[in-house]
């Protein structure tokens, strides 16, 4: 292991500001890579387990916006808005999420696409403004887990397109 200073492990000066979660799915990365940026996939999966989502606008694109709300399974329903910040097909996505436009309380989230052999790794890093934003998220809204929950969807989603043989 590393260390630098007083025998303290090497950190990134952001890590108490960071969530990252990963994922291998059974699927080519540019069927994944696909699923994540169409908003004809994007309404079938997104979310944690028991949500759904309703897209009022969608441009996929650098400068575009993803407007959106996602309803709870007790009936909360969630204003959403992203924008798309960086889009390097099949490899890479950054965004900015927050509530709104305006939101100042927005995370940045980079997607990372990367072939692993028939499979594809994702990593999802989301860079919170504040560490007490990032706690926040991780204990009243549970970010870790539903992040997990949101790739499992994903990646049930992609095996019943390969299943149906539809490619990317």
Same mark, same amino acid.
């Given at each position: ?9 090497a950190q990134s000066a952001t890590? #108490?500001?960071?969530?990252? %979660?990963?994922?291998?799915?059974? =699927? +080519?990365? @540019? ?6 940026? &169409? ?20 441009e996929f694109r650098v400068g ?12 909360? #329903?969630?204003?959403?808005? %992203?924008?798309?910040?960086?889009? =390097? +097909?099949? @490899? ?6 927050? &509530? ?59 095996? &019943? ?8």
């Amino acid at each position: 292991m590393s260390t630098k200073g007083r025998g303290a492990p090497a950190q990134s000066a952001t890590a #108490d500001r960071e969530v990252a %979660i990963s994922r291998v799915i059974d =699927a +080519p990365r @540019e069927l994944v890579f696909e699923a994540f940026t &169409e908003v004809r996939h994007l309404s079938q999966w997104w979310g944690p387990d028991g949500f759904t989502t309703t897209t009022r606008a969608f441009e996929f694109r650098v400068g575009g916006e993803w407007d959106f709300v996602m309803h709870g399974p007790d009936g909360t #329903d969630y204003q959403e808005w %992203i924008t798309w910040t960086e889009i =390097a +097909p099949p @490899e890479r996505i950054a965004l900015l999420h927050g &509530e709104s436009r305006d939101d100042p309380n927005a995370f940045a989230s980079v997607l990372t696409f990367e072939s692993d052999g028939a499979a594809t790794l994702i990593e999802m890093r989301t860079l919170f403004p504040t560490k007490e934003l990032r706690d926040e998220a991780v204990e009243k809204y549970h970010a870790i887990e539903g992040g997990r929950q949101t790739l499992s969807n994903l990646a049930a989603y992609v095996a &019943e397109l390969v299943r149906k043989g539809v490619e990317g």
